[in-house]
């Protein structure tokens, strides 16, 4: 049985082309076109990528402390001839490297293996991006 979560965050308008995310939690993101320094909704998409990788590649070489844990997201944004835009090319670099002890070589043994499980089983972004991720859009009010 498939165990489902609601997961939410609610959205508000607070400029011009400028909206503040916030979570169940209170945690507060500020997001625009990228007119400013704040990020724009395709680097968010980049940044869960990312992050849940990152986050589950941690957990699962969590038995050693990383003397350096990166990650680098790229994507290329391409115009759609009908009109539109998609992102291609989407490439998630992991540099993790540890210590060269006993627990950090141990460690850096698993790294390909946590690289592959968290994209192909355990990141829930991964997972949803890849299939293509459907997503209902609906108007709420008169």
Known sequence: MTESTLRHVQLSRTGEFEYQAVNDRGGVLSFGEGQNADFTPVEL????LGGCNAITIEALTKRAEPVHFSVDVTADKLAEPGGGSRLQNTQVTIDLRFANDEAGQKMAGRID???????TKYCTVSRSIEPGMPAEISRVGP
Do not use: R
């Not at 998409?45 to 869960?48: G, K, N, S, T």
């Not at 293996?113 to 994209?119: C, G, L, M, P, V």
């Open 113 to 119: 293996d946590a690289i592959e499980k968290s994209h």
């Open 45 to 48: 998409l980049l940044v869960a």
